[in-house]
């Protein structure tokens, strides 16, 4: 009797045993399949790491190129449940200079992403962190070279009468103070000192002149992207600053004396903004 119930707790025994192992192996082989092996899966080589250039739909005319090493695995694959072939209207595009030639694009407005072709793909999360950590250093280096658009209505409110703000010529990089004196259609201001006088007039040659520039106009922490001309004209109330009279700002939705938008300034902010090329570059 001793020796039968020994046999079968032995026997019990090993059965545990062998149905534990035959469980580690089957989670082994499982996990095995699912990283090397999943149809329609693909991975990025650490080669197209190298050289990543980044583009968006926000600023069109302006990219940045990275180098992003990563140890972990970056992979996608087909959506799911794929939804219709659209391509996304508000994106980053990603470029992956390798022999695999990959271009993935990710649209914040529906927190998804698409391959070359627009069709939805669902990346691992090690890849979806990698994409979201290339736009947050994308949009850090436009926005320190390019204004955001906001119009007339709301810069006058962080603009009002006898505040300062920051003038950068985006051509030269040439910057001045400025002071708002008057205005309710655009902002008529003046050089604060006449060391800006100075550099306001080197801006445009050492001449005078009607010309339009893009400008970003830096005012309570904010960029804004402005255009402006070089022409003194009319009255002026700050005596020491060699400027014989003022200058206009314009910004989004503002208008000249008669009434109308300015085509001319208006294409100056829009290059500002990095919505148009800048001329001659």
Not at 8 to 14: C, D
Not at 138 to 157: H, S
Request: charged letters at 20%; hydrophobic letters at 40%.
């Amino acid at each position: 009797m001793k020796i039968s119930v020994f046999i079968y707790k032995k026997k019990t025994g090993l059965l545990r045993v062998s149905g534990l192992f035959s469980l580690g192996l089957l989670l082994f082989v499982l996990v095995f399949w699912h990283q090397f092996y999943f149809p329609g899966r693909i991975y990025l080589q650490a080669k197209a790491l190298e050289d990543i250039e980044v583009t968006s739909s926000e600023y069109p005319y302006f990219s940045h190129t990275v180098s992003y090493p990563s140890g972990k695995k970056l992979f996608y694959q087909p959506a799911s449940t794929p939804g219709a072939l659209v391509p996304p209207n508000d994106y980053y595009a990603f470029t992956f200079s390798s022999d695999q030639k990959l271009l993935l694009y990710y649209s914040p407005t529906y927190n998804k992403v698409y391959d070359s072709n627009y069709k939805e793909v669902e990346p691992g999360y090690a890849l979806k962190e990698m994409l979201l950590d290339l736009i947050a250093s994308y949009k850090q280096q436009a926005q320190e070279i390019y204004g955001e658009l906001l119009v007339w209505e709301e810069v006058k409110l962080l603009f009002p009468k006898y505040a300062t703000a920051k003038i950068t010529d985006i051509y030269t990089g040439l910057s001045f103070f400025v002071q708002r004196r008057e205005g309710s259609a655009h902002a008529d201001v003046q050089p604060l000192t006449a060391e800006d006088t100075v550099i306001m007039k080197k801006i445009y040659g050492g001449q005078w002149s009607w010309e339009r520039r893009s400008i970003i106009v830096e005012i309570g922490g904010r960029r804004i992207a402005a255009s402006m001309h070089g022409m003194p004209h009319g009255g002026g109330k700050i005596v020491d600053n060699n400027f014989p009279g003022h200058f206009c700002l314009h910004f989004l939705g503002s208008y000249i004396h008669g009434g109308e938008m300015d085509r001319r300034h208006h294409q100056e902010i829009f290059r500002a903004a990095g919505r148009l090329p800048w001329e001659g570059y």
